[in-house]
């Protein structure tokens, strides 16, 4: 009988090795659950951040854009007026050198 005892009590070490192991198992993969899902939400934390980024950039690229637009318009304005006047301006400077010879 000691004998069969001593089977049960090695079968029951066995049981108890294999459910301890089996818990540790549980909370390792629980544990690497709760991890990723840690992970996961700090991509989204970084996927947002990043995508505010971008929305701002892009919010900057068109006002820079604008900016350039009317500084080129206004450039196009002012060589249309200011162009005439060097020309009339040259032309009379012209006139007054051969006019009036300085040498």
Do not use: C, W
């Not at 996961?40 to 970084?46: D, G, I, Y």
């Not at 200011?82 to 032309?91: C, D, Q, S, W, Y």
């Amino acid at each position: 009988m000691a004998a069969a005892d001593d089977a049960t009590i090695g079968a029951h070490q066995i049981m108890v090795q294999h459910m301890s192991d089996d818990d540790q198992l549980i909370s390792l993969l629980t544990r690497i659950e709760e991890n990723q899902r840690m992970a996961l939400e700090a991509q989204e934390k970084h996927l947002a951040i990043a995508q505010a980024q971008l929305e701002r950039s892009n919010r900057t690229i068109q006002e820079s854009i604008e900016l350039q637009r009317s500084s080129v318009a206004r450039q196009t304005q002012i060589i249309r007026f200011v162009l005439p006047i060097i020309g009339v301006l040259l032309a009379l400077l012209g006139y007054l050198l051969f006019k009036y010879p300085v040498l």
